[in-house]
């Protein structure tokens, strides 16, 4: 009978199966986990990224107005809450996010997608591949541009390494978001990811005239 398995096949099989279930509901078990790949850096790119992650100055983001601060604290706070429950930690996480975005020139709005994406708001997230954290960032990035010892479950630290490393793919795919997210998850060329990105930053993250419109015009959703 080629079709029965043994009793080890099939304890082996429910094992499998089980291990899958667990996979997907334990809180560290990431949503679509980066893998971002190791690539050779120039003495000043590496300087230059080391002295990035280094800064230690107050995570205290700029507005335009402390009524902007209070409405946009406020409304993503609210979206941020079937994530996280602790209000005020809410606030201090979109505090840091705010900040790192606007310290690396990326839109706060894109870090929160990406994040969403990467590891669903799980501060201790760790993919496959090893990555690490909210941002999904893999430990050579440490040894890399670091100072060899930074923990990336620290929030501040996983923001500042995800939205550096951020900064640099777009510069080195001079400004396609596209492609700089695609190498951001290590899967650069194909749409899924940046397509998921896009999704989340309409669906979720969206605030007044940001520039998800400007991504639509890349043609960031157009493939599939």
């Known amino acids: 009978m080629c079709c029965r398995g043994s009793g080890a096949s099939r304890g082996a099989s429910r094992l499998r199966a089980a291990g899958l279930a667990l996979a997907l509901v334990l809180p560290g078990a990431p949503s679509v986990a980066g893998d971002q790949r190791y690539e050779p850096l120039s003495a000043s790119v590496r300087a230059s990224l080391h002295s990035a992650v280094s800064d230690h100055a107050s995570p205290e983001p700029v507005f335009a107005s402390e009524i902007e601060k209070d409405r946009w604290l406020g409304a993503m706070s609210a979206r941020l809450a079937r994530y996280l ?7 201090e996480f979109l505090k840091t996010v705010f900040y790192e975005a606007q310290r690396a020139g990326l839109d706060p709005q894109l870090v929160l997608s990406v994040i969403q994406v990467e590891s669903a708001f799980r501060k201790y997230a760790v993919s496959s591949a090893k990555a690490r954290g909210y941002m999904q960032v893999m430990p050579f990035w440490v040894k890399l541009i670091g100072d060899g010892d930074d923990n990336l479950f620290h929030l501040r630290t996983n923001l500042r390494y995800g939205c550096t490393i951020l900064r640099h793919y777009l510069d080195i795919e001079k400004g396609s978001l596209f492609r700089a997210l695609g190498r951001y998850n290590g899967s650069l060329g194909k749409a899924r990811y940046p397509n998921l990105v896009l ?26």
């Open 85 to 91: 429950d602790d209000e005020q930690y809410r606030v």
């Open 199 to 224: 999704r989340a930053w309409r669906r979720n993250w969206y605030w007044g005239d940001d520039t998800v419109a400007a991504g639509d015009r890349q043609g960031l959703g157009a493939a599939n």
